[in-house]
């Protein structure tokens, strides 16, 4: 068959979707990709998995009517002229414009999408305010229309199916497919023993104010007091905009004894050199990569009882889970691995099973490529006509 996936982050069809990829070009598939962004290290290792990409504009964060326009016309053109079978579509506006597109666009290709997090939209972090009330209506709305004919939805997280049924996205009668996130490739990302020595808590994010990033330097203070040898980090990509931090306000991280990293293509290293993974996400999560790549690593992980960050942890073996935006709880967590390096180890040796258990991308890739008809395809033209409607049943 010919299948084209939608992103709207070229990095992530190599960073979260390489594996995929890859199993359905192993099986005979031609693949093509699209996203909004030119990125040549992206397009050359698409190129070296025999993966044709096709850039597509949109803005992943806007909400300019014109340009979302302009992102549905780009879209429907580029399904009209690929003609696939199957359009895979990941993140929200790839979703909602993909499956409008494939509507309009007619043909015989099969929309899925994958709902890896509803996201902020949905969140309840913030004040319900009317016109983030509007915004939610609005969305639901599009959502609806997007995965109306879809035949198949996938998501990463119980609450989010839950979600889309009370808001009338998808209807009592349609099947909602749960799988464990993206994956986690656990021989990339193999097991390491826990350093010796002082503890070192790392947190790896955008800096996003609702990630919990503020939390985190809080409770670190607190914990320094009764720890002063812990060390605390924090990975990741600014963030531009008031959802993320200024500069001045990174600096001054270093005097309130943070270390920032920047950012990096490869966590690894930083993960290895860790003792306890934290994300104190407030935000309405799919199921974080992050979290997936501590777990293979080994580490214990603290994050909130949340949308798609609870579904991580086993409370007590490889991890613990705390309030929301509750600094003195997630201080009361970090002391308790602080100063019990057993238990650290214990834990982190429950989130390696954990990840070969529950979330190796093998598993989740043999699921999704299952349930769109991609494994045990013969390779080459397969149309399947007349699907379009097709209506998965409870």
């Known amino acids: 068959m010919k299948v084209l996936v939608l992103s709207s982050l070229a990095y992530s069809l190599v960073n979260f979707r390489a594996g995929l990829l890859r199993e359905m070009v192993a099986e005979g598939h031609e693949v093509v990709a699209c996203a ?18 096709i850039p597509v504009p949109m803005d992943r964060a806007g909400t300019n009517p014109l340009r979302d326009l302009a992102t549905l016309r780009a879209l429907i053109r580029t399904i009209g002229r690929e003609a696939p079978d199957i359009c895979l579509a990941y993140t929200q506006k790839p979703i909602i414009y993909g499956g409008i597109a494939t509507r309009i666009a ?71 497919i ?21 503890p070192l808590f790392l947190l790896i994010a955008r800096l996003m104010r609702n990630k919990g990033i503020g939390e985190f330097i809080e409770a670190a203070a607190g914990v320094r007091t009764r720890y002063p040898e812990a060390r605390f980090q924090i990975l990741g990509p600014q963030e531009p905009g008031p959802a993320g931090f200024t500069v001045e306000e990174i600096d001054a991280w270093r005097t309130q004894g943070i270390e920032y990293l920047g950012a990096t293509r490869d ?16 935000y309405r999560e799919g199921l974080p ?41 997630l201080a009361r967590a970090m002391e308790q691995l602080a100063g019990d390096p057993e238990r650290v180890r214990s834990m982190g040796a429950h989130s390696r099973q954990l990840a070969q258990q529950r979330f190796r991308v093998d598993r989740v890739n043999e699921q999704l490529l299952t349930e769109m008809g991609l494994i045990g395809t013969p390779p080459g033209p397969h149309r399947h006509r007349g699907l379009g409607d097709h209506r998965l049943a409870e």
């Open 267 to 282: 966590v690894r290293p930083h993960l290895a050199q860790s003792s306890v993974f934290v994300l104190p996400s407030c």
């Open 106 to 176: 007619g043909g015989s290709a099969r929309f899925f999408a994958m709902v890896s997090g509803l996201g902020h939209v949905y969140s309840d972090d913030r004040p319900a305010t009317w016109p983030r009330l509007m915004l939610r209506w609005l969305t639901s709305i599009l959502y609806r229309g997007a995965v109306a004919r879809a035949a198949g939805i996938f998501v990463f997280n119980a609450d989010d199916a839950g979600e889309m049924r009370r808001h009338g996205i998808v209807g009592p009668g349609r099947r909602i």
């Open 36 to 53: 909004p962004d030119e990125d040549a290290a992206v397009r050359a290792e698409l190129s070296a998995m025999g993966i044709r990409f």
């Open 289 to 329: 990569r992050t979290i997936l790549e501590a777990l293979a690593t080994g580490r214990p992980v603290i994050t909130t009882d949340t949308p798609g960050c609870r579904e991580t942890v086993v409370p007590g073996e490889n991890g613990l889970l705390v309030p929301p935006r509750n600094v003195p709880a």
């Open 178 to 198: 749960q799988v464990p996130g993206s994956g986690i490739d656990t021989v990339k990302f193999p097991h390491v023993p826990i350093p010796e020595g002082a």
